[in-house]
């Protein structure tokens, strides 16, 4: 199934070491089946408030993710991007084709059950 590095940045300063993160990244994530699904741009707020870059990088598992983060060539430029934003950085599983809403329920107490 499907996982995702989603990252949430503020404050990105994009001088030369951002610049140079952006030019490695893409070699970083190949070995790992990794492509981009949304990498910053505009949004059309329609509820609440936003600020910050959306980014999200989809793998094909989370096991994936974790040996790209760990993976020396990621490491080696890990720090052109954190020395230059702020923000959080996560991974999340994704779900199946035929998921539904409320199969988040399976598992949680509701009031109507014991």
Same mark, same amino acid.
């Given at each position: 199934? !499907? @996982? &995702? @590095?989603?990252?949430?940045?503020? +404050?990105?300063?994009?001088?030369? +070491? ?10 970083? %994530?190949? #070995?790992? +089946?990794? $492509? ?6 505009? /949004? ?9 870059? %959306?980014? /999200?990088?989809?793998?094909? *598992? ?6 790209? &983060?760990?993976? !020396?060539? &990621?490491?080696?430029? %890990?720090?052109? $991007? =954190? ?14 084709? +035929?998921?539904? @809403? =409320?199969?988040? %329920? @399976?598992?949680?107490?509701?009031? *109507?059950? #014991?």
């Amino acid at each position: 199934m !499907p @996982a &995702y @590095a989603v990252g949430h940045l503020h +404050d990105v300063n994009v001088g030369p +070491d951002v610049v140079e993160y952006l030019k490695r990244i893409d070699e970083t %994530l190949a #070995p790992f +089946d990794g $492509r981009f699904i949304i990498h910053g741009g505009p /949004v059309s707020v329609v509820e609440g408030s936003w600020s910050g870059d %959306l980014i /999200v990088i989809e793998f094909p *598992d989370k096991d994936s993710i974790r040996a790209w &983060y760990d993976s !020396p060539a &990621y490491r080696q430029i %890990l720090p052109l $991007r =954190t020395k230059n934003s702020r923000g959080a950085i996560f991974f999340m599983d994704g779900v199946s084709d +035929d998921h539904k @809403a =409320t199969d988040v %329920l @399976a598992g949680i107490p509701t009031m *109507d059950q #014991p």
